[in-house]
């Protein structure tokens, strides 16, 4: 088992571009997040999804949209990509939330110039 | 809403001397607690978690953390330390009737030294 992986590892972007991160998992597991992690500041939920087809706002969303058309996929989006947004990308996966462990993947360094 | 402090940002240590990080979180309700550990340049694993029962927990690599509901508290141990335990702890909190949400501290950053 892959577990959860992220596709780019590395990325730079100028300011107003836009991209796309890849998360897959293959645990078949419900939910899924997206968290950004900045220095001092621990990780902060960006969005997260419960179940396939859904998606939901977490504490920082602004700037970021996501999908989850398949249930082994979350996609976040960057519209228009901000130097605020310059930061370290974590996907995770759940059985379930609560109680449930989440396993993260390797993560996806994004800068913006 | 649950909010989750962790004491120290920095922990110099030296090898085979203890370490203790602390964390203290607050909540209205009942939670679920764990301890994350990020090694240089991976994403976050599990180290232990308390769900129920016995308030004192270990991991497999000799982490022991301990609940302590009257003090919300949810102190990381482990008796003599490895250059390999250099990593940076999270400490997070879940309330079992938010079920999506998990709380993470700022982080703890360990250096080892021979």
């Known amino acids: 088992n892959a577990g959860v992986t992220q596709t780019p590892k590395f990325r730079v972007l100028k300011t107003g571009q836009s991209m796309t991160l890849l998360c897959a998992q293959d645990?078949?597991?419900?939910?899924m997040y997206w968290y950004r992690q900045d220095p001092g500041m621990g990780l902060r939920l960006i969005h997260y999804?419960?179940?396939?087809?859904?998606?939901a706002k977490g504490e920082v969303p602004d700037g970021y949209n996501v999908s989850r058309l398949k249930k082994q996929n979350f996609l976040l989006g960057l519209e228009s990509a901000a130097p605020s947004q310059t930061s370290v990308y974590f996907c995770a996966s759940s059985y379930r939330g609560g109680r449930y462990e989440q396993f993260f993947g390797p993560g996806t360094r994004l800068t913006v110039l | 809403a649950q909010s989750v402090t962790q004491l120290d940002s920095q922990v110099p240590v030296f090898e085979e001397a203890p370490v203790e990080l602390r964390c203290n979180y607050s909540?209205?309700?009942?939670?679920?607690l764990f301890w994350y550990v990020q090694y240089p340049n991976q994403g976050l694993q599990l180290l232990l978690k308390y769900l129920s029962g016995s308030t004192l927990v270990e991991s497999i690599n000799g982490f022991e953390a301990e609940f302590n509901k009257s003090q919300t508290s949810f102190h990381l141990r482990k008796p003599s330390v490895h250059i390999s335990d250099t990593a940076e702890y999270f400490c997070a909190v879940s309330e079992g009737s938010n079920d999506y949400k998990l709380s993470f501290g700022a982080g703890t950053t360990v250096t080892v030294r021979a």
């Open positions: 645990m078949n597991h419900e939910y």
């Open positions: 999804s419960v179940g396939e087809g859904t998606t």
């Open positions: 909540s209205s309700v009942s939670v679920y």
